[in-house]
């Protein structure tokens, strides 16, 4: 028994005067300090059953993750969250560049090195993404998703940090970060995304592919004069790409008047902005050309910082089409109303046949009360529906608890703080004593 209790102890001071809780709602913890199951999310993915029909929850730390992420077709309901957004980073420094030709200067042939086409290159043969989602049912929420290359060099060429091809795939709280094309949504149009309260950082067609996509209270944010948000590829999609209550940011750089909100990449694409808040000047005409003819590029109540309605009076409704499959000259509505405007919703964009509900993973329990210290117990009162909780020192976790007491083993001294989970893993408000 007393080498059992020595045991224990010598664990606690490896992970930094911690004890360790297994009664954790999550099936898998990852962890750089070694303190979780998993020292690497794809190591945690890896694990993941096979075809399931219920949520696999996997809980990663905060900590700087460089490594590429592939959850194939098989690992379905992989719902991955992050202990905070901006301190949870899934990263990697790769681009989609071909060989440049022979003779072209030093300058413009950097990004060769960390091209997946290069074979001296560590990303040799990677997917084209820091992270690609192949799996349906895939949730995830408080992650950054950068590409270290886009960021970093703020040039081209293609640099994703998220590729997301899949049915039901829902983002919440969640950073994508890169230049040229950030984040490529399925180009299968029955596929749909709900996407809340994120960021989403780029110059260049940042938001682009297919599918149907509803985009609530999201900050889109351009890194250079002359940006342009989307660029989809829309043909056979029943709405498209939809922003609701959004926010048009950009640094110093995009406030100069000539962003766009998109351009149309192939077939007849379709994206809607309502309710938009433009922090920085649009070009008047809004949109531009790239080759196809849009089904629809339109807006309804866009406004300034201040509130005002804005005049879309100049929004652009005549096209060029460019490549064989294209009419030379195509025309679309820029202006929705307000019936149009009022029938883009969760209700009819997501739901579909099979009454996917990704609002209810989302639902934030309320903060743990009665938040008691005594010794080196923690008790605190029950939440309904929580299916565990999280226990944390400052920003440390401490351990998981599937009741409301926890047993550290040791005097805390930091900062307590304690947050319900959901059966989704979703993380609830924080109670702090």
């Given amino acids: 028994m007393k080498k059992i209790i020595l045991t224990a102890l010598f664990m606690g001071i490896l992970l930094g005067g911690h004890a360790r809780n297994t009664a954790s709602p999550f099936q898998a913890v990852v962890a750089q300090d070694g303190s979780g199951d998993y020292t690497s999310i794809q190591a945690a993915i890896d694990a993941v059953p096979d075809n399931r029909q219920e949520p696999w929850l996997i809980f990663v730390k905060n900590g700087s993750y460089r490594e590429h992420v592939v959850i194939p077709e098989t690992k379905t309901y992989v719902h991955l969250i992050g202990q905070d957004k901006d301190k949870t980073i899934i990263h990697h420094l790769l681009n989609v560049g071909g060989k440049p030709e022979e003779g072209t200067e030093s300058a413009r042939t950097a990004f ?30 408080n992650i950054s998703y950068v590409n270290d290359w886009g960021v970093e060099s703020r040039n081209g060429p293609q640099a994703l940090a998220m590729s997301s091809q899949a049915d039901c795939a829902a983002f919440n709280n969640c950073i994508f970060r890169s230049f040229q094309d950030t ?32 985009l609530e209270n999201c900050t889109l944010y ?37 962003q766009k909100l998109g351009r149309p990449w192939h077939n ?14 649009l070009a008047p005409e809004g949109w531009t050309n790239m080759g196809a003819i849009p089904g629809l590029f339109a807006e309804y109540d866009s406004r300034d910082t201040e509130g005002n309605v804005l005049d879309l009076s100049l929004r652009k409704t005549e096209y060029d089409g460019r490549g064989p499959n294209n ?64 226990i944390f ?4 976790v401490v351990g998981f608890a599937q009741k409301p007491v926890f047993e550290t083993g040791f005097v805390m001294k930091g900062n307590l703080k304690v947050r319900a989970v959901n059966r989704y893993g979703s993380l609830g408000l924080e109670s702090a004593l």
Wanted: aromatic residues 12%; neutral net charge.
């Fill in 268 to 281: 007849s694409p379709r994206a809607v902005y309502i309710h938009t808040t433009m922090r920085i000047p």
């Fill in 183 to 214: 984040w490529m949504t399925s180009t299968n149009d029955s596929h749909r995304h709900y996407v809340k309260d994120c960021w989403i950082e780029g110059a260049v067609d940042y938001f682009y592919g297919g599918g149907d996509a509803l």
């Fill in 327 to 390: 009419p030379p000259k195509g025309s679309c509505r820029a202006i929705v109303t307000k019936e149009e405007a009022d029938s883009y919703v969760y209700e009819r964009i997501i739901p579909g046949n099979d009454g996917w509900d990704p609002r209810t993973m989302m639902e934030k329990l309320p903060a743990p009360q009665n938040l008691k210290k005594q010794g080196t117990k923690i008790t605190w009162k029950a939440v309904s529906d929580a299916a565990g909780y999280i």
């Fill in 222 to 258: 351009n890194v250079r004069s002359g940006s342009v948000i989307v660029a989809p590829c829309h043909k056979d999609a029943k709405f498209g790409y939809i922003f609701r209550d959004c926010i048009v940011d950009g640094n110093a750089s995009a406030a100069d008047g000539k």
């Fill in 112 to 141: 060769w090195k960390h091209s997946v086409h290069n074979p001296s290159s560590e990303v040799y043969k990677f997917e084209g993404s820091v992270v690609k989602v192949k799996a349906d049912h895939f949730y995830t929420e």
């Fill in 393 to 396: 020192d400052n920003d440390q």
